[in-house]
């Protein structure tokens, strides 16, 4: 009898910890991350060449799975899978679309091609 409950409990205990590593990997790879970037306009998702670039490029980055763009504070708040990509890579696509993330600088001929409105005065 007492060897039949020791069974049951260690498999219990096993299938509890079992669930609580899932979902704890879980959540590292669902990340979110706040980038700087600097934006010269108030109407960038809106542009009509430079808004819509932003908006298909940045979601074919592969893992990022969405994206908010703050134009007040000057951030994009992106929301990626780990397991995909990594921080690094996000700020370097956002360099190669012309704009600042973080401490990545602006891609220089990518800056070129934004509408003059989306460049800084």
């Known amino acids: 009898m007492k060897s039949n409950f020791l069974k049951k ?16 990997q879980e959540n590292k790879k669902n990340q979110k991350a706040v980038i700087k970037t600097s934006i010269s306009c108030d109407h960038c998702k809106e542009c009509e060449t430079c808004g819509a670039n ?9 893992g990022v799975r969405m994206y908010e763009l703050d134009e ?18 996000i700020k370097t696509a956002i360099s190669k679309l012309g704009y600042d993330a973080d401490d990545v600088k602006a891609d220089v001929a990518a800056y070129d091609k934004l509408d003059n409105c989306c460049k800084k005065a």
């Open 72 to 89: 007040k504070e000057m951030t994009i708040t992106v929301y990626y899978n780990a397991t995909k990509t990594d921080l690094q890579t």
């Open 54 to 62: 932003f908006q298909s490029n940045m979601l074919k980055i592969k």
């Open 9 to 24: 409990s260690f498999v219990a205990f096993f299938m509890l910890f079992a669930i609580a590593t899932s979902f704890g």
